[in-house]
């Protein structure tokens, strides 16, 4: 005999709300993950490599809030060759970190300028930024315009822009 409709909706609300209970009770039962929070203890001290133009270059352990100039005491001074006016003295250091003090630069002595209307590609090459290709674009910019008047008249030339006719200046004269 077959179910009547009223039969058949008792059926269907009675499944669903089993299958929803047994939904509900695995989810219940499920344990809810644990949050764990890992501090780091603070730390003790720093561990700084110091190198460079000290007396005793090496690994150093200073204290938390140490500073530059802490670092280069530690490290027995700096050396003749030293140059700490490139050096922040004051900079709070950090554990792991590599302080390298800085030395002067040994003077070069001064190279003759190239005098641009009378240097051919190799003298040309020779200047910082100029390579082979721009060296034969100067001399064929000179030989088809004339001599270079100022410096500025470089900028002519393809390939040259503001920034390396300011790496030139000190290196080139116009006569």
């Not at 720093?46 to 007396?55: E, F, H, K």
């Not at 674009?137 to 300011?166: K, N, T």
């Amino acid at each position: 005999m077959p179910w009547t409709r009223p039969e058949q909706l008792l059926v269907l609300f009675t499944a669903t709300a089993v299958i929803a209970g047994a939904a509900v009770l695995v989810t219940a039962r499920r344990p809810t993950p644990s949050i764990r929070v890992f501090e780091s203890p603070p730390s003790t001290e720093l561990i700084i490599q110091v190198d460079g133009a000290v007396a005793r270059p090496g690994l150093y352990r200073l204290v938390p809030g140490a500073r530059a100039a802490d670092a280069i005491v530690a490290a027995g001074g700096v050396t003749p060759a030293a140059d700490l006016s490139l050096l922040n003295q004051a900079r709070l250091l950090r554990d792991g970190e590599r302080l390298t003090i800085p030395g002067r630069a040994a003077r070069q002595p001064a190279q003759p300028a190239v005098d641009l209307n009378a240097a051919d590609t190799a003298a040309l090459e020779q200047l910082p930024g100029i390579g082979p290709v721009l060296a034969r674009r100067i001399v064929a910019h000179r030989d088809r315009h004339g001599p270079f008047h100022r410096l500025e008249d470089l900028l002519a030339v393809e390939g040259i822009g503001p920034r390396l006719l300011a790496r030139l200046r000190e290196h080139v004269v116009i006569r």
